[in-house]
């Protein structure tokens, strides 16, 4: 998972959703008329075409993180997320939150980081013990998306981020340069805003100390490497 933001609507497309919601309209998938197709047009360009909550890419459903049944978010697009249809029938009707009321982490709305830890070593995510709440979000995040439950996605995550590792090696320790210039493009293409599993690499890049010096090494060889981030890899709040 990683933190998205999605620009407002333009008022168009807003005022159909009003209009919608004013009517209590049955959900219709965005689907059939051109302002539906057009807000879900928008919401898959937000979310760059990937899942929300595992980013899996080429996501297609229309995920109500409140669930439909609330008639007051039914048509809200801050209560929209991008989902594949895995996580979208995992979490599906189910309330967000745990009997405390102590809810899920949102993409659209939390700091992933916060709440989630990526193992590097294996590809797991398991809720940040940083406090009872942080511990209580993750958890609720994990359970009700099967995270723990998908060794599939798990070894997914890890094999991407093994593959970026290589590739920054490859960069400050080049066996040539024209390995070192094929190994960049094999990473710009890795870390575009459309890649799955950014939100494992984005806490290598801001939180993790231990690959300071290879991040250091990799900004000396290339200093344009922040600029290729910096539309998704987003400073922490």
């Given at each position: 998972m990683i933190r998205v933001e999605c620009p407002p609507l333009p008022p168009n497309l807003q005022a159909y959703l009003d209009r919608q919601?004013?009517?209590?309209?049955?959900?219709?998938?965005l689907a059939g008329s051109t302002p539906a197709r057009a807000v879900k047009h928008a919401l898959v360009?937000?979310?760059?075409?990937?899942?929300?909550?595992?980013?899996?890419?080429?996501?297609?459903?229309?995920?109500?993180?409140?669930?439909?049944?609330?008639?007051?978010?039914?048509?809200?697009?801050e209560n929209f997320v991008l989902a594949c249809d895995v996580c979208q029938?995992?979490?599906?009707?189910?309330?967000?939150?745990d009997a405390q009321g102590r809810r899920m982490v949102n993409p659209r709305h939390d700091e992933?980081?916060?709440?989630?830890?990526?193992?590097?070593?294996?590809?797991?995510?398991?809720?940040?013990?940083?406090?009872e709440v942080t511990l209580a979000r993750g958890r609720i995040t994990t359970q009700l998306l099967g995270f723990d439950q998908r060794a599939a996605l798990q070894d997914e995550r890890r094999r991407r981020f093994l593959e970026v590792i290589g590739?920054?090696?490859?960069?400050v320790q080049p066996q040539s340069q024209q390995?070192?210039?094929a190994a960049w493009d094999q990473l710009a293409d890795h870390l575009q805003a459309g890649a799955p599993y950014l939100g494992m690499?984005?806490?290598?890049?801001?939180?993790?100390s231990k690959y300071t010096p290879l991040l250091e090494a990799l900004r000396e060889a290339r200093p344009d490497f922040d600029s290729l981030i910096a539309h998704w890899c987003l400073p922490l709040d």
């Open positions: 919601q004013a009517l209590a309209k049955p959900w219709n998938s360009e937000a979310f760059h075409h990937k899942c929300g909550y595992c980013e899996r890419i080429e996501a297609q459903t229309v995920d109500h993180f409140v669930p439909q049944a609330d008639l007051h978010t039914r048509w809200d697009w029938s995992k979490k599906l009707d189910h309330q967000p939150q992933p980081l916060s709440f989630l830890y990526f193992d590097f070593e294996t590809g797991a995510v398991t809720p940040m013990p940083t406090s590739c920054i090696l490859r960069i390995d070192a210039a690499v984005r806490q290598f890049i801001l939180r993790s």
